[in-house]
């Protein structure tokens, strides 16, 4: 793959510390189960460096903390699953594209859900990179060609250990949101917002990098989708 592919199309960084403190106080206190309606989608960062694989950065630089070549396809398929479709995500959905079980239940115009039946989020978040609480690249590097394809800022004001403040965050945000984060704190994002008890929900985060959980709260009450990405040819 060509690492000129691997070039963020946009700028992932968000607002300074004055936007953080802002968020925090309108979302400190807020209780994460107050019953305003959402979608969540949470997925695990791209694929991750190991023995005999590294990590390459932006600029084609070696980066333990930085995708994989494998990761970085991960990263420019991702708008795919959100692409318009001109089927209902109901219906069986084109080649290629995720289970159609990611449907809620009501078919989806073509306008808000892609050929995964995903709905297109509204907003986008990945931890922190940058900072004194930073942590690895992947998550940023992963969502910034989704959000460069569209038009939406990837927020990267929260940090690993800051679960709590980001469900705070997602759920006053503008739904649907997008969740990108380390795999092992994933389940506390679920706690902080209170659908950890929703039947299937799994306690850990599998070892796969290929999966979008959803999670949906109607009328108070949250229900939980896994779905396969279905955008390499190794995903499951």
Not at 18 to 38: C, E, F, I, L, V
Not at 210 to 225: I, P
Request: with cysteine; proline share 7%.
């Amino acid at each position: 793959m060509s690492l000129a592919l691997a070039t963020p199309l946009v700028a992932a960084g968000c607002g300074g510390s004055s936007n953080k403190q802002s968020a925090s106080a309108s979302t400190s206190g807020a209780p994460p189960d107050s019953g305003r309606d959402a979608t969540i989608m949470i997925i695990r960062h791209g694929e991750k460096p190991s023995s005999g694989d590294p990590g390459f950065d932006e600029t084609g630089k070696q980066d333990k903390k930085s995708l994989t070549r494998q990761g970085w396809e991960r990263s420019h398929a991702l708008p795919r699953l959100f692409a318009r479709t001109t089927s209902t995500a109901g219906s069986a959905g084109s080649a290629g594209s995720a289970s159609s079980a990611g449907s809620t239940g009501s078919a989806r115009s073509a306008s808000t859900a892609g050929s995964a039946g995903l709905p297109r989020p509204l907003a986008l978040y990945a931890a922190a990179d940058k900072g004194p609480h930073a942590g690895a690249h992947r998550m940023r590097q992963t969502v910034t060609p989704l959000g460069a394809a569209l038009h939406v800022q990837v927020n990267t004001e929260f940090a690993e250990g800051e679960e709590k403040e980001l469900a705070a965050a997602a759920l006053a945000a503008a739904s649907p949101v997008l969740i990108c984060w380390e795999h092992s704190k994933i389940p506390a994002i679920v706690e902080a917002l209170g659908a950890a008890q929703v039947a299937a929900v799994p306690e850990e985060w599998p070892d796969r990098f290929d999966l979008v959980w959803m999670f949906t709260r109607r009328a108070g009450t949250w229900t939980f989708q896994p779905i396969p990405q279905h955008l390499l040819p190794s995903d499951a």
